[in-house]
């Protein structure tokens, strides 16, 4: 098995596990041997990385590696079997009603309530959150302009578009100010115009101070976008660093070349081409 | 904290109040069926029309308590939108108490139109209002509870109707709704005392004319606190553990 000398202070080979040097002033996402297991499967491997304050950090693997299980257990919706996390200097195992407060998450689904409108969305969302009313009226209205939707503050969310309605859901995970936010493929099975829209939100939201933590099947979407890269392969983590050095590393044209090669998925694609995995019946 | 907890559960009960209770058809539903019930009973025996009030009342509370609150939960797992409650910085029983209290107003409010109805309609009088009024809102709580608890426990919205179903018609028919359980079958009678409804038939009969038919109106208070408490944490419990599946 392969191991990429990484930009971090660990090399990260799945075979051992590793011990990391924490910076609690640089780092705003540290994860110390998280396991996670579905009663006797094991979908999180005794994962270790850190994710720095104001970085745009991809988090990539294939369908079924375990980019899921982990950001559910750093977001609080699922717990983990062994190993934590500390966000924002809180550990995920004992604090994780306060962590969730420094937390914006957008899931893969624009899970909003169709019957309310965006604005009473927005509302909803700042009220969980335990955002002051004042304040609160003050922020959808400062949110529906920066975004450019204010005409759209009294529309049903079920009347959106799937473009707007992604750019709602952002919104409503920025309600309460997050220092950090979690993105769940967000522009799967948007148009062209929608995820460029997308991509100008995430990094203004990104020099505004917000840190990014992504994850996208679309590898071409996270060299735009990240600064550093994680990949993830069977609940292992194989290497973090910058795109620019994973594709040095493996000497590739693109991230996503290099994605290939990291992820061992290089033989099987090109079964695929050669049209192997389609058998001849006749 | 505790209020951010507090104010964070009436904001979901108000927020599920608006999108789920207040339509037409959940409205209806909590209010038609028990007077197609009570209709029923009378056309069967008109002379049992003063009787009615306690049965009624508590029948509406069950009906407009459980209707909703029995696929809330199960139906936002399936658009996704009760992972948004569980990524907000509450408690799962903050989460929870705050679905339950949906159900509680929904069903005070219903229960109180009845109970006006049937000052109205059958001429009923009400022996202590406060103690009426609190004990609609214990059995609102209980069948809420109750509505929670089947919600969180399946995976279909249809799952959900059976599962409730399954328990709240007998009770219509098993707990002194239509009849006072002393004058049903001693065979059936003990079957009656397991269920939560028998008790808020009997504390609301107590509080209407005066007399109770089946217990002791302390140990029925006691019994629906007990019932709520029990149905309320083995919801919190069965939650927990879908989360970490």
Redesign the interface.
């Given at each position: 098995m392969k191991t990429y000398e990484l930009n971090q202070s660990v090399a990260f080979s799945s075979e051992k596990p590793v011990k990391m040097h924490y910076d609690k002033e640089k780092n705003i996402v540290e994860v110390k041997n998280l396991t996670k297991y579905?009663g006797k499967l094991l979908a999180v491997d005794k994962i270790n990385f850190s994710v720095k304050k104001g970085d745009i950090f991809g988090f990539l693997g294939p369908n079924g590696a375990g980019k899921t299980s982990t950001i559910k257990i750093l977001?609080?919706?699922?717990?983990p079997s062994s190993g934590t996390a500390i966000i924002d200097g809180k550990d995920i195992v004992k604090q994780i009603?306060?962590i969730?407060?420094t937390v914006g998450?957008v899931?893969e689904?624009s899970?909003?309530?169709?019957?309310?409108s965006v604005a009473d969305n927005l509302r909803?969302?700042g009220?969980?959150?335990?955002v002051p009313k004042p304040e609160r009226e003050e922020r959808i209205n400062e949110l529906l302009k920066r975004f450019d939707f204010e005409d759209k503050k009294d529309v049903k969310f079920s009347n959106l578009s799937r473009g707007m309605k992604r750019k709602v859901v952002i919104c409503t995970a920025l309600m309460h100010n997050p220092k950090i936010l979690f993105l769940d493929e967000p522009t799967t099975g948007l148009d062209v115009l929608s995820v460029r829209i997308l991509h100008t939100m995430i990094k203004d939201l990104n020099k505004m101070g917000v840190t990014i933590f992504l994850t996208t099947h679309y590898i071409e979407e996270a060299e735009h976008l990240c600064n550093t890269i994680a990949i993830i392969v069977n609940g292992k983590i194989k290497t973090v660093d910058t795109p620019k050095n994973l594709m040095l590393q493996t000497k590739s044209k693109n991230l996503e070349e290099a994605f290939i090669e990291i992820t061992g998925l290089r033989e099987e694609i090109m079964l695929v081409e050669k049209g192997g995995m389609i058998k001849n019946v006749q | 904290m505790y209020s951010n907890e507090i104010r964070g559960a009436f904001y979901i009960a108000w927020k599920d109040l608006k999108t789920y209770y207040f339509k037409a058809p959940n409205i209806s539903w909590g209010i038609m069926f028990p007077v197609v019930m009570a209709l029923a009973f009378l056309l069967r025996n008109p002379s049992g029309i003063k009787d009615l009030a306690p049965g009624l009342i508590a029948m509406a509370i069950l009906f407009a308590s459980t209707s909703a609150e029995a696929i809330v939960i199960v139906f936002e797992r399936r658009t996704k939108t009760f992972e948004r409650l569980l990524l907000a910085p509450l408690s799962i029983q903050s989460i929870l108490l705050g679905k339950v209290l949906g159900g509680i107003i929904f069903g005070f409010l219903i229960a109180n139109i009845f109970l006006i109805g049937s000052a109205i309609f059958l001429g009923t009088t009400v022996s202590n209002f406060i103690f009426l009024e609190l004990t609609v809102l214990l059995g609102a709580l209980v069948f809420s509870a109750f509505g929670t608890l089947v919600s969180v426990y399946v995976k279909e919205i249809f799952d959900a109707m059976t599962l409730a179903n399954f328990f709240r018609f007998p009770m219509i028919f098993l707990c002194g709704v239509f009849l006072p359980v002393s004058s049903m079958p001693s065979f059936i009678q003990p079957l009656a005392y397991i269920f939560p409804l028998t008790y808020a038939v009997d504390l609301i009969r107590f509080f209407l004319t005066g007399t109770y038919d089946v217990i002791n109106p302390l140990i029925g208070v006691v019994v629906l606190i007990a019932y709520s408490t029990i149905l309320f944490y083995l919801s919190v419990l069965i939650l927990r553990r879908r989360m970490d599946q």
């Open positions: 579905y977001v609080g919706l699922l717990k009603v306060e969730k407060k998450v899931t689904d899970n909003l309530y169709d019957e309310l909803f969302a009220q969980l959150y335990g | -």
